[in-house]
């Protein structure tokens, strides 16, 4: 168990619909990262947080928006939802601002859209 | 940009064989190396890190800054090695944000 923790596990939805993925941090970690995981793509960095402010953006889309809340945990939003955006998603997180400091994987959320 | 290569996506061996997954990255800093083990497409798990210099289930890794590598050991691969291997790549400005490669799958025959 990393001790990062995702809500939901599982998620089925039509398109054009809109979802939130949760994630709580590992205790004592401030930064926060998200992963899109695609069969066709492997793994792309979206968006990165630390302690509450956005830090770094990756390949995410403008139907995609996030935030990290005062208590660290973080919420992925995706809207009109395409086929496309079937994936796992994944939250990480980190103790510190570094570059040595390795990420600790959540166990992702399947998102399938019909 | 940096980028991560991990130019076989497949690789199968037999149990007790030797095993090496290659990774190269492309990078003009000092990046800090990663690899990293996912099973039938679960949580993906730190395996090792350049930094630390140690051996976790057997494998090493060795930062080669001339050949800008960082290929996977193992001496005797066993079957419950069998998963996908991501090398990553950390530069120094980034925090803790990681470049992936694209994965090696590696099957461990009986």
């Known amino acids: 168990d990393s001790g990062v923790t995702q809500t939901p596990k599982h998620l089925i939805t039509a398109t054009g619909q809109r979802v939130t993925l949760r994630c709580s941090p590992r205790?004592?970690?401030?930064?926060v990262y998200w992963y899109q995981q695609s069969l066709d793509q492997g793994l792309q960095f979206l968006i990165q947080?630390?302690?509450?402010?956005?830090?770094a953006k990756g390949n995410i889309l403008e139907r995609f928006s996030a935030q990290q809340f005062p208590d660290l945990h973080s919420e992925l939003n995706l809207s009109s939802l395409e086929l496309g955006d079937s994936a796992l998603y994944f939250c990480?997180?980190?103790?510190?601002?570094?570059?040595?400091?390795?990420?600790?994987f959540g166990n992702g959320t399947r998102l399938t859209v019909t | 940009a940096q980028r991560v290569t991990q130019p076989e996506k497949l690789l199968s061996v037999f149990k007790g064989a030797p095993v090496e997954l290659k990774c190269n990255y492309s990078?003009?800093?000092?990046?800090?190396l990663f690899w990293y083990v996912q099973y039938s497409r679960q949580r993906l798990q730190l395996l090792l890190r350049?930094?630390s210099r140690e051996s976790i289930k057997g494998f090493t890794a060795d930062l080669n800054k001339g050949e800008t590598s960082f290929h996977l050991k193992k001496p005797f691969a066993q079957e419950e090695d069998s998963a996908m291997y991501y090398c990553?790549?950390?530069?120094?400005?980034?925090?803790?944000?990681?470049?992936f490669g694209e994965g090696t799958q590696l099957t461990v025959n009986p």
């Open positions: 990480a997180s980190s103790r510190v601002w570094s570059h040595n400091s390795p990420l600790h």
């Open positions: 205790s004592g970690d401030l930064s």
């Open positions: 947080y630390y302690n509450g402010e956005e830090r």
């Open positions: 990078y003009s800093g000092s990046p800090e």
């Open positions: 350049h930094i």
């Open positions: 990553a790549l950390s530069p120094e400005t980034s925090g803790s944000r990681l470049t």
